[in-house]
């Protein structure tokens, strides 16, 4: 948060910043709730500055754990729950590895073969995965088509696997609940763009309280 062009033309210290936005993005907290917690402690800030906040500066959380990111374990399990924007509902992909760390994620209006190709290509992409060894989803009939497409180009390998069944992917669904407790007290986003930048927060926090990051031993919020 030091660094000038974070902080430039903003009206508040940028440690001040920081606190709120984790503060926020952290806990199910309301943005009022924010505004409240920084009144107790001299700082008047009104509520809709810490929604501004937010979608400018949570990315920056993602963008700074990604390249310190442990390599992930060879099983994935790739689920899409839905999650509130304005009115429609819309579709979270998120990909996490047997022990329960992010792969990747992102923020689709619809569930189709295309939006598993691209969360799969993503994940796949990232600096931090391995080549997997099998992936478990939904019985989505969208994701056998996005497997078999991107096996038969060469992004998977031919060894991967690609099992089925509700029942398997229980740690994937276990996991969106750090992100949807903090979402729901939101009462929803207001766009898809909106939504992709403050999720990238919420999936950012937890790195740094469980300890997925190089350096950083769990529990360690000053590392």
């Known amino acids: 948060m030091s660094e000038p062009s974070l902080c430039t033309w903003r009206h508040v210290e ?10 926020y993005r952290r806990w199910a907290l309301r943005a009022r709730d924010v505004e409240a917690r920084l009144r107790e402690r001299g700082v008047w800030v009104d509520h809709t500055t810490v929604l501004r906040w937010v979608p400018r500066d949570a ?28 009115k429609p509902w ?3 992909y998120r990909a996490v590895d ?14 189709d073969a295309d939006a598993a190709e691209r969360v799969f290509r993503e994940g796949l992409q990232a600096s931090h995965t391995r080549p997997p060894r099998v992936i478990t989803v939904d019985t989505h009939a969208a994701s056998p088509l996005a497997f078999d497409a991107l096996q038969h180009e060469g992004t998977l390998p031919q060894r991967c696997l690609l099992r089925h069944g509700q029942d398997l992917n229980t740690m994937v669904e276990q996991n969106h609940r750090f992100v949807k407790r903090r979402v729901h007290p939101g009462v929803g986003c207001g766009a898809c763009a909106t939504a992709q930048r403050t999720i990238q927060g919420d999936e950012a926090m937890p790195m ?3 300890g997925p990051l190089e350096g950083v031993t769990k529990g360690d919020v000053l590392a």
């Open 14 to 23: 940028a440690d001040i910043i920081l606190c709120a936005v984790r503060w």
């Open 98 to 111: 047997s022990a329960g760390a992010t792969l990747d994620f992102m923020v689709s209006a619809t569930r």
């Open 59 to 86: 990315p920056e959380w993602d963008r700074r754990c990604r390249p310190s990111r442990r390599a992930t374990h060879e099983l994935y399990r790739v689920d899409a729950p839905s999650i509130t924007i304005t």
């Open 90 to 92: 819309h579709n979270l």
């Open 208 to 210: 740094l309280h469980t």
